[in-house]
């Protein structure tokens, strides 16, 4: 680790809101964790105490004290999905990978971690590879998962693969339907929401496939960029109080018309989503 890369990320992040997420989160993608150093530097350069820095990076899931594979494969342990056999598909991840959960091959290329819950409990068992939701998983398809999960998940056909299927929703707030029969992508209505960055506000479609990340928009977002998102009709801002578990950014929720929750990450280029079919619920306001 270069202590000069450290200061660097310091200074670009100096004064901002946020900076201490900012800061860690741009430290993880460089090094695919967080090194000890590295924390010492940004707690002496920031004045804050090392145990309050510990406390943020062991708070959010998408960090990691360790040196994480080129992979992360999560297998849910939560109630449902414990029930449903959970515990012998992570068995059986360990078996193929030769790891225990919490390790990485020797190869760098998976890390094997457990979690509590996944947030889309009706389709347990769950296990999430670098973002991409595998339902109803059976020891049968284990090994498959793992090989998809080297080969690269994001090598998707919205035609044939079974971890695309479109979803029809509506705004968490006035439940007004977000769907717009005018605009399609990918084949089926896009979903409707305006949007702002970088003092710039316009529209943007999202594909309604949940799996897919294909958009259109009035104003190109850079990558990285922190996207507000809002309800075109009501015009409240769609933001959750859950923090995205990959990279911690705001979470945008949206209710699933048949019945549950779909939420997507707010920064561009993140792919972290989540679906729950459990129940329908809102969201209140981050912080609320």
């Known amino acids: 680790?270069?202590?000069?890369?450290?200061?660097?990320?310091?200074?670009?992040?100096?004064?901002?809101?946020?900076?201490?997420?900012?800061?860690?989160?741009?430290?993880?993608?460089?090094?695919?964790?967080?090194?000890?150093?590295?924390?010492?530097?940004?707690?002496?350069?920031?004045?804050?105490?090392?145990?309050?820095?510990?406390?943020?990076?062991?708070f959010y899931k998408s960090f990691s004290l360790k040196p994480r594979g080129k992979h992360l494969v999560s297998v849910c342990l939560g109630t449902a999905c414990h029930v449903r056999g959970g515990l012998s598909?992570?068995?059986?991840?360990?078996?193929?990978?030769?790891?225990?959960?919490?390790?990485?091959?020797?190869?760098?290329?998976?890390?094997?971690?457990?979690?509590?819950?996944?947030?889309?409990?009706?389709?347990?068992?769950?296990?999430?590879?670098?973002?991409?939701?595998?339902?109803?998983?059976?020891?049968?398809?284990?090994?498959?998962?793992?090989h998809k999960a080297k080969v690269g998940l994001d090598r998707v056909d919205i035609r044939t693969d079974e971890r695309i299927f479109p979803v029809e929703v509506s705004c968490p707030r006035c439940n007004h339907s977000l769907m717009d029969k005018s605009h399609y992508i990918d084949g089926y209505p896009s979903i409707s929401v305006t949007v702002s960055f970088n003092a710039l506000h316009g529209w943007l479609r999202l594909s309604c496939l949940y799996g897919s990340f294909s958009v259109d928009s009035e104003y190109k977002v850079p990558m990285d960029a922190m996207v507000n998102f809002f309800c075109p009709h009501c015009h409240e801002e769609l933001i959750s109080s859950s923090p995205c578990p990959n990279c911690g950014a705001p979470m945008v929720p949206m209710h699933v018309r048949s019945g549950g929750l779909v939420q997507i990450c707010s920064r561009r280029g993140c792919k972290g989503h989540m679906l729950d079919l459990s129940e329908a619920r809102l969201l209140s306001r981050r912080g609320s």
Do not use: W
Not at 27 to 41: C, T, V
Not at 93 to 109: V, W, Y
Not at 123 to 136: K, R, T
């Open 89 to 146: 598909t992570a068995e059986a991840f360990e078996r193929h990978l030769g790891i225990k959960a919490g390790e990485t091959t020797s190869d760098k290329e998976i890390t094997l971690e457990t979690v509590n819950c996944l947030g889309a409990c009706a389709l347990g068992p769950i296990v999430v590879v670098d973002g991409h939701y595998f339902s109803n998983v059976t020891l049968q398809k284990v090994k498959d998962i793992i």
């Open 1 to 58: 680790m270069n202590p000069q890369t450290i200061l660097r990320i310091l200074e670009t992040h100096s004064g901002e809101r946020g900076e201490l997420i900012a800061i860690l989160e741009e430290i993880q993608a460089k090094y695919s964790y967080l090194p000890e150093q590295a924390l010492r530097i940004v707690a002496e350069k920031t004045g804050r105490s090392l145990v309050d820095i510990y406390g943020v990076a062991t």
